[in-house]
């Protein structure tokens, strides 16, 4: 069983930034996807961003241009700096870890970590 442990949300002014952060307690050298998901309030949770085990990310339109998504396969995590933060970035956001397998792709996910930007 892998565990992910987020770290790095809170509270920050409109304009301004956080990085988050999220360990996997296995190594993240092998085929994977990891992905920063969020989830506001009465909301679907959506994809934020993505990164492969090339290094190849993908991102969300509402996000393009202010935040950016790395990883670190010597430390097993998954970052995401986001800046010029507004208040509809506001939610719940949780790492998700996408394993493949020879018997398929297991899913991993977080607890979630809150960030609130305020006005």
């Known amino acids: 069983q892998v565990q992910l442990v987020e770290s790095g949300g809170g509270l920050v002014q409109a304009g301004g930034s956080l990085r988050l952060s999220c360990a996997a307690s296995t190594t993240t050298s092998n085929r994977n996807v990891m992905a920063w998901y969020r989830q506001a309030p009465g909301k679907q949770r959506t994809l934020v961003a993505s990164?492969?085990?090339?290094?190849?990310?993908t991102y969300a339109d509402s996000v393009k241009g202010r935040f950016t998504i790395s990883r670190d396969n010597t430390k097993n995590t998954v970052y995401l700096q986001m800046n010029s933060l507004k208040p509809e970035d506001t939610a719940i956001y949780t790492c998700?870890?996408?394993?493949?397998?020879?018997?398929?792709?297991?899913?991993?996910w977080g607890q979630g970590t809150q960030v609130t930007v305020s006005s």
């Open positions: 990164v492969d085990s090339d290094g190849n990310p």
């Open positions: 998700n870890f996408d394993l493949s397998t020879i018997w398929g792709t297991q899913t991993y």
